[in-house]
C-alpha cells in the first residue's frame, strides 16, 4: 500500500507532499488543476515497480519507467513534463509499505532519469488506472492504434485497461472479492462478455446486446467487475480512479461507493479523483460509518494542496464552495 | 414607525416598519387554535415596486441536528414542515378574516393583499448555522414541504434556510445584533 507521495516541479504539481495515505484517498479541486495529472504520475511509478523484474522482462526499471511516462502523458520528450520554469528538475518520491523510490530527471532529459532509491519489493499485484471515459466501445481502436500504430491518442491508462480486460488465465475464485462482485451485478442487471466474433457484449438474463448500444454508466460498472472476475485485481492492487460519478446517477454513485469501500476493506488501495458533491459527501459517510481514514488533498488556485481527512469532517474545498455561492445567489434572488 | 424587535434564539429581529409584520406566534389568533398547531415566529410583509407583494414566513433556531438520516433528524424537519404549512393557513385565514380576532390585530397592510398574486417564503433562520449544513437542510425541507409547495403553486426558492450572517445580509436581523440581545 502507498503511504506517501512526494512530488516536486511534475507538471502542474510544483510541489506536493502526502503523507499518512489511507485504504481510500480523495482528490478534488477544479478543472486544470492537477487532479488526473496526480493520479497519472503516481500510476506511472506504480506500474514501474510492478513490471521491474516481472516473469522474463529484462528491462531495467529506468527502461520502464521513461516508457511509460512518456506513453502516459504522451510527451515527445519526458524532459516536457518537468514543470514549465522550474529552476529544479522534477523530484517523484513513493514510499509504499514504508519502502522508497525515488527518482529525478531535468527538462532536458530524453531517456535518461536517475533512480536515487528503489527499495520497494517486487510488486507482484496488478494495479490499474480507470479513466472517466469507458473504453469498451474504444476497446479495438485503442489497441489498434498503440498495439498496432504505435501512435499517441490513447494514452498508457486506457491501454493498460484494455489488456488488463481481456482473458486472462483462471486463477481460480478470489471468494474475498464476492460481495462487492455482486453488488456490482445487482446495479448492471447483468454482465459483460468478450465474444471473439462480436466483441465486448453486454448481457442481460438470456439477451445480448452490443456494447455500443449499452448505458455509459453501466459499461464503466463492468469494467471494474470483469477486472475483479478475470482476476487481473488482487488484495494489494491499487486503482486509480478518475471521475467515478461520470456518467453515474447520484444513487449508483453511492452505491459504487459503498462497493469501493468494500474492496478497500479487501486490500485494494483506492486513489479517487472527482468534482462531485455527491462523492465527497458519501466518502465522508463512509469515513464516519468505518470510521475509517480518507485522506483528501484539495489543488487550489494558488497551486497549493491543502489537506485533510474525512474522518475529521468535511473539507473546505471548491466544490462545496461553489454549492455554497450558488445558494447564496438563491436566496439573494428570492430575499431581494 | 417601527414595531418591536423580535427576539428569538439568540437573534434579534427587526425592527421591521410599522404594520408590516405580524407576530403571529403571540397573536391572539393563534392562541386560540394553539393546541396541536405548531407556529413559526411572525410574518414579514414586503413591498417591492414593480412586483407582487411577498410574505415572509420565518422561523428561528438556535441549533438543529445533523442533515443525516436519522429520527431526530426526521422529526425535526417534520417539525418545520408543520410550522410552516400551519403558518400558511392561519396566516391565509386571518387575511380572509375567518377567525374574529384577526380583523382586530392583523396589520393593515396584511388586510389589503391580493392573496391570488401575494408570494410566500418560508424561511427558517438558525443561529450559528454553517453556510454548508444550510444546503442539505434546506433540500430536505423542501422535500417534506413539496405538497404544500406545489398545492399552493409557490415558487421554486419558497423555502430556505439560512443563517444568521444571511439573515443580517437581507435585512431579518440587525448587524451587530445576532448574540443573544
Known amino acids: 500500500m502507498l503511504d506517501r507521495i512526494e512530488l516536486m516541479n511534475f507538471g502542474p504539481i510544483t510541489e506536493m507532499d502526502w503523507k499518512n495515505l489511507g485504504q481510500i484517498n480523495l482528490v478534488i479541486g477544479a478543472n486544470d488543476t492537477g487532479k488526473t495529472f496526480l493520479l497519472k504520475a503516481l500510476y506511472t511509478g506504480i506500474k514501474t515497480l510492478e513490471e521491474y523484474k516481472r516473469g522474463n522482462d529484462q528491462r531495467t526499471a529506468v527502461e520502464i519507467l521513461a516508457e511509460k511516462l512518456r506513453w502516459t502523458f504522451q510527451a515527445e520528450k519526458i524532459g516536457d513534463l518537468v514543470t514549465k520554469g522550474a ?10 509499505d514504508h519502502h522508497k523510490f525515488r527518482y529525478s530527471f531535468g527538462k532536458d532529459t530524453t531517456k535518461q532519469i536517475v ?4 527499495h520497494i519489493i517486487p510488486r507482484k499485484s496488478n494495479s490499474v488506472f480507470l479513466p472517466a471515459k469507458e473504453v469498451l466501445s ?25 489488456r488488463a480486460l481481456g482473458p486472462l488465465p483462471k486463477g481460480g475464485k478470489n471468494s474475498l472479492f464476492a460481495e ?14 468478450l465474444d471473439e466474433k462480436s466483441g465486448w457484449q453486454f448481457k442481460k ?8 448500444v449499452t448505458a455509459e454508466g453501466i459499461k464503466k460498472i463492468a469494467i471494474l467487475d470483469t477486472l475483479l472476475g478475470n482476476g487481473y485485481l488482487g488484495p494489494d492492487s491499487i486503482i486509480f480512479f478518475d471521475e467515478p460519478e461520470a456518467a453515474l446517477h447520484p444513487s449508483a454513485i453511492s ?16 486513489f479517487l479523483a472527482s468534482h462531485s458533491y455527491f462523492v465527497v459527501k ?25 489537506h485533510a481527512n474525512l474522518k475529521k469532517g468535511m473539507p473546505d474545498n471548491p466544490i462545496i464552495n461553489e454549492s455554497i455561492e450558488l445558494y447564496k445567489k438563491e436566496v439573494k434572488l428570492a430575499l431581494q | 414607525m417601527t414595531t418591536q424587535p423580535i427576539i428569538e434564539s439568540g437573534m434579534t429581529f427587526g425592527p421591521f416598519p410599522e404594520g408590516h409584520c405580524f407576530h403571529i406566534e403571540k397573536s391572539e389568533v393563534y392562541r386560540k387554535v394553539k393546541v396541536g398547531v405548531k407556529m413559526v415566529e411572525f410574518l414579514l410583509l414586503k413591498i417591492r415596486d414593480g412586483h407582487p407583494p411577498i410574505v415572509w414566513m420565518v422561523e428561528a433556531r438556535s441549533s438543529t441536528p445533523k442533515p443525516q438520516p436519522q429520527p431526530n433528524f426526521d422529526a425535526f424537519i417534520d417539525e418545520m414542515r408543520q410550522k410552516f404549512t400551519n403558518a400558511l393557513s392561519l396566516g391565509l385565514a386571518a387575511c380572509l378574516k375567518r377567525h374574529e380576532d384577526a380583523d382586530a390585530e392583523l396589520p393593515e397592510a396584511f388586510k389589503g393583499l391580493n392573496l ?8 427558517l433562520v438558525i443561529n450559528h448555522h454553517k453556510d454548508a449544513w444550510c444546503i442539505p437542510l434546506r433540500d430536505a425541507l423542501q422535500k417534506a414541504l413539496r405538497s404544500t409547495i406545489k398545492t399552493w403553486a409557490l415558487g421554486p426558492a419558497a423555502v430556505l434556510v439560512i443563517n444568521d450572517g444571511m439573515a443580517q445580509s437581507h435585512g431579518l436581523i440587525l448587524a451587530n445584533a445576532g448574540d443573544g440581545v
Open chain 1, 255 to 270: 452505491r459504487l461507493l459503498d462497493i469501493v469501500a468494500l474492496l478497500a476493506e479487501g486490500g485494494i488501495q483506492f
Open chain 1, 115 to 118: 533512480i536515487q532509491e528503489n
Open chain 1, 180 to 193: 462487492p462482485r455482486q453488488n456490482l451485478e445487482e446495479i448492471l442487471g447483468g454482465k459483460v462478455e
Open chain 1, 87 to 96: 529552476d529544479a528538475p522534477l523530484s517523484y518520491f513513493l514510499s509504499s
Open chain 2, 116 to 123: 391570488s398574486v401575494t408570494s410566500f417564503q418560508l424561511i
Open chain 1, 282 to 306: 458519501k466518502l465522508f459517510l463512509i469515513a464516519q460509518e468505518k470510521s475509517l481514514s480518507i485522506p483528501v488533498i484539495s489543488a487550489g488556485d494558488d497551486g497549493c494542496w491543502q
Open chain 1, 138 to 162: 474504444l476497446y479495438n481502436i485503442i489497441q489498434k492504434t498503440r498495439d498496432r500504430d504505435r501512435v499517441f491518442g490513447f494514452d498508457d491508462t486506457y491501454l493498460d485497461l484494455c
Open chain 1, 205 to 212: 438474463e438470456n439477451q445480448k446486446f452490443p456494447i455500443g
